[in-house]
């Protein structure tokens, strides 16, 4: 008998496109993780639809009626994770910021991506930030969710050139294809146990495949 597939959850607030790229590569049999639930924070997430077609269950938590209060609104969240029997869990766009005692439930079992090479550019407009930095190489960085943002120890990251002729929409467009392609890489080393936290430093498990394609990190 093969190990089961670890149950996981991915947390979305907006367009879903990462968490479409994990659905995809979880089509696999041989992929270590099951998506077995999709939470938003906000029922108009248009993510909620595509993980719905794909017939995996869905659940919202609005935050707006918790009016700030962080620490309830993790506590919902959390017992909608345990309802599902959650053991990982994959921050896709999730747009709010966790409580550090949420954090340090799930520590080394939830993930983020992104959208620059950590620890530059932690925060928001990290595109348009590389380009007014005159950064040649931007990208993005998978890692293990820690109470402080963007920071956490480090899974996978991919890089691709910063053009002249850049503008935000057209980085982002050129980043986001790895997300894709580096996101399901990370949850799956994740899932699959290969993964080990020593401190800031992630040690991953290499295989012979990775001999021509390591997984930690991705070129465009
Ligand atoms: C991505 O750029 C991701 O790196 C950032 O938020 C964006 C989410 O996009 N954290 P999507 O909802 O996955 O399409």
Same mark, same amino acid.
């Given at each position: ?5 670890? &149950? ?13 790229? /994990? ?36 659940? %919202?938590?609005?935050? &707006? ?13 959390? =017992? ?15 747009? &709010? ?6 954090? !340090?439930?799930? &520590? ?7 959208? =620059? ?13 590389? /380009? ?15 109470? !402080?943002? !963007? =920071? ?7 890089? %691709? ?15 986001? %294809? ?23 430093? %992630? ?9 021509? =394609? ?7």
């Amino acid at each position: 008998m093969s190990n089961p597939k670890m &149950r996981t959850a991915i947390l979305i607030s907006g367009r879903g496109s990462n968490m479409t790229a /994990i659905l995809e590569a979880a089509r696999n049999k041989d992929y270590p993780a099951e998506i077995a639930l999709v939470l938003a924070n906000n029922a108009d997430a248009k993510g909620l639809e595509t993980a719905a077609a794909e017939g995996i269950a869905t659940a %919202v938590v609005d935050h &707006r009626p918790f009016k700030g209060d962080r620490e309830a609104f993790d506590a919902e969240i959390q =017992s909608v994770l345990e309802a599902n029997g959650i053991e990982l869990v994959v921050l896709a766009g999730f747009m &709010r910021i966790l409580t550090p005692g949420f954090v !340090d439930k799930w &520590r080394d079992r939830m993930l983020n991506i992104h959208p =620059s090479l950590l620890p530059s550019f932690k925060g928001l407009h990290t595109h348009q930030r590389a /380009i007014d930095t005159g950064c040649r190489l931007a990208g993005c960085t998978v890692h293990f969710v820690r109470a !402080d943002m !963007d =920071s956490g120890p480090i899974i996978t990251q991919a890089a %691709v050139p910063v053009l002249d002729d850049d503008d935000e929409d057209s980085l982002s467009a050129r980043i986001l %294809v790895m997300e894709h392609k580096v996101y399901p890489r990370a949850v799956a080393l994740v899932a699959g146990g290969r993964t080990r936290v020593e401190g800031m430093r %992630v040690i991953i498990a290499q295989t012979d495949e990775d001999s021509q =394609s390591p997984s930690r990190f991705l070129f465009h």
